[in-house]
């Protein structure tokens, strides 16, 4: 059973910063691939971050630069560092597990969601 549960959003004014929590129950972690993605307002899912198992990171244009994705897998925990946020950041943040699909950046490679993390960034 896979469990994926986000945590660490929160209100910030612009600029500001925010780290991002998953949290994953399951076997074999290690070599999952994990996603980031964030639904505003009336918008489509958006792709925001991924890290493949061996520490290959990607990232949207949007976003890189300023966040950083990472994983402990001790912890069974992936991270989304956020930093200079934007008003433009504000969503909802979900964390998701790749089903081994070569895509990294469409919702439709995740088999397995969290329930979300509000982010708002106040101008």
């Known amino acids: 059973q896979v469990q994926l549960v986000e945590s660490g959003g929160g209100l910030v004014q612009a600029g500001g910063s925010l780290r991002l929590s998953c949290a994953a129950s399951g076997r074999a972690f290690s070599s999952w691939r994990m996603g980031w993605f964030r639904q505003a307002p009336g918008k489509g899912r958006e792709f925001v971050a991924a890290?493949?198992?061996?520490?290959?990171?990607y990232y949207a244009d949007s976003v890189k630069g300023r966040f950083t994705m990472s994983r402990d897998n001790a912890r069974n925990t992936v991270y989304l560092q956020m930093n200079s946020l934007k008003p433009e950041d504000t969503a909802i943040y979900f964390c998701?597990?790749?089903?081994?699909?070569?895509?990294?950046?469409?919702?439709?490679?995740?088999?397995?969601w969290g329930q979300g993390t509000q982010v708002t960034v106040s101008s």
């Open positions: 998701a597990r790749n089903s081994g699909s070569r895509y990294y950046n469409v919702a439709i490679g995740y088999d397995y």
């Open positions: 890290i493949w198992s061996g520490g290959t990171t």
